[in-house]
Nanobody, 127 residues
């Protein structure tokens, strides 16, 4: 059974930084993609960043590009999200997600293509 477990998150002042981590266990995928989406109250879940398992391909949401960096540790099926220069509008529940893929370098920014989800971790940016 595939399990997705997030860690990190919390409260930070505007301009601060946070690092989120996620491990995916219980799988035997040959190729897969990992990523983060977020959902603020009253809004749809949106892309933050995604990466393929060997780190060769990544993509970022428009609202965070240039302020966040996604990385992965393929030996542990882990993905990390470093967020800098945080803004109040970054306040949301952040969800880690994973999906098996058919091709080595494939990633998707489409939420419907992701199969496994964590419970989410709250990030609050407030002074």
């Amino acid at each position: 059974q595939v399990q997705v477990l997030e860690s990190g998150g919390g409260s930070v002042q505007p301009g601060g930084s946070l690092r989120l981590s996620c491990t995916v266990s219980g799988h035997s995928f040959k190729n897969y993609m990992l990523g983060w989406f977020r959902q603020a109250p009253g809004k749809e879940r949106e892309l933050v960043a995604v990466i393929n398992w060997n780190g060769g391909t990544s993509s970022y949401g428009d609202s965070v590009r240039g302020r966040v960096s996604i990385s992965r540790d393929s030996t542990e099926s882990a993905v990390h999200l470093q967020m800098n220069r945080l803004k109040s509008e970054d306040t949301a529940v952040y969800y880690c997600t994973a999906a098996e893929t058919s091709y080595r370098f494939y990633i998707s920014t489409t939420i419907d293509e992701y199969t496994y989800w964590g419970q989410g971790t709250q990030v609050t940016v407030s002074s």
